[in-house]
């Protein structure tokens, strides 16, 4: 007989044969794992999927293709994130800034060694990974076992060590021209805010120095008018009041005086008397005591006058060596 489809014949519900026994269903707790749970009727609700196997928060370190891949959960998020370090590279700095970026939950980061000292931001990751490390997000201290390297052998270690050099050279070949002008940007924008901070120094300085020199250059003019005035006393007193042998001891006693008064200058100086340095060492008087009526500060303007001097001469050394390179490739080229 032929049904359609869809369409079962319909078979009438037999009783069990007498002394069959019914199969009874398996009591037990359900299986554990994905649960499916059914709220009303299936035409208005979904079924909802829970799951009792929570991911691990431990801070796990394994190796791929010869990079260390860290591996921890993300405290927003609550997720697996895998960072992978360059450890000849990459820094501690630059690892927690890599995790601050990735979770904005993340406000603060530390590195801790086993027995709690800080580790500086400055530090390879290479280095870091020799040890075991704490690493505190959040105020939370999760410890990070770092797996043990097997020893090389004299051989291969050498052999590693040759082709680190050999990267090495290379890495620095193909990159020096642009760590020079990067090099050359950061020397100017130096040279730039060492100028833009002397510039009110400078018009102050100048300002002290012209008033110095003006004070300096009427005391010259005062020692002439003095020594002038001398002159015509002893010329007075000579020829029309005394006579030259009256006035002769007189003239010794006074250059011996004035022996006696520059003798007392190396003195207290320890410099030779002459005028220039009379007048440098007056000057510099004048200077420094307007200084402090004015506040300018020395000791600041000579630290910042040195620095552009060192900026200014690196600068110099940098373009020398970009110059010498361009002459280089255009000599290739031709």
């Not at 319909?10 to 359900?30: C, V």
């Not at 405290?75 to 697996?80: D, I």
């Not at 690892?95 to 580790?119: C, M, N, P, Y």
């Not at 090099?183 to 130096?190: A, I, P, S, T, V």
């Amino acid at each position: 007989m032929l049904f359609p489809r869809g369409a079962w014949p319909w078979r009438p519900r037999l009783p069990p044969p007498p002394g069959a026994r019914a199969r009874a269903r398996p009591r037990g707790p359900p299986p554990q794992g994905l649960c499916v749970k059914l709220c009303g009727t299936l035409k208005d609700h979904q079924p909802r999927l829970c799951s009792t196997v929570a991911p691990p928060d431990e801070i796990t370190i394994n190796y791929r293709h010869g990079l260390p891949l860290i591996t921890l959960t993300l405290p927003s998020r609550k997720e697996r994130c895998q960072f992978v370090v360059k450890p000849m590279l990459s820094t501690v700095g630059s690892f927690l800034q890599d995790l601050r970026d990735e979770d904005k939950g993340v406000k603060s980061t530390a590195v801790l060694t086993a027995d709690g000292s800080e580790i500086p931001a400055s530090t390879l990751m290479g280095i870091l990974l020799m040890n075991d490390f704490k690493l505190v997000i959040n105020k939370i201290t999760y410890d990070v076992r770092c797996p043990k390297k097997e020893k090389l052998s004299c051989e291969h270690t050498a052999e590693m060590e040759n082709v680190k050099s050999l990267v090495h050279r290379l890495f620095t070949a193909l990159h020096s021209e642009e760590f020079q002008k990067r090099r050359e940007r950061r020397l100017l924008e130096k040279i730039d805010q060492l100028t833009g901070r002397l510039q009110p120094l400078e018009q102050m300085k100048a300002r002290i120095e012209a008033r110095s020199e003006a004070k300096t250059s009427g005391l010259l003019w005062a020692g002439l008018a003095l020594l002038s005035a001398q002159a015509g006393a002893m010329a007075w007193l000579t020829w029309w009041v005394y006579s030259w042998d009256i006035m002769e001891p007189v003239t010794y006693f006074i250059t011996f005086a004035n022996s006696m008064v520059f003798f007392a200058y190396f003195i207290v100086t320890r410099q030779d008397y002459t005028y220039s340095a009379v007048k440098r060492r007056q000057f510099l008087h004048f200077f420094h005591k307007k200084s402090k009526q004015q506040q300018f500060d020395v000791a600041q303007y000579n630290q910042l006058k040195e620095e552009l001097a060192k900026a200014n001469e690196s600068l110099g050394q940098v373009r020398h060596s970009l110059c010498l390179r361009m002459r280089e490739e255009l000599k290739e080229k031709n």
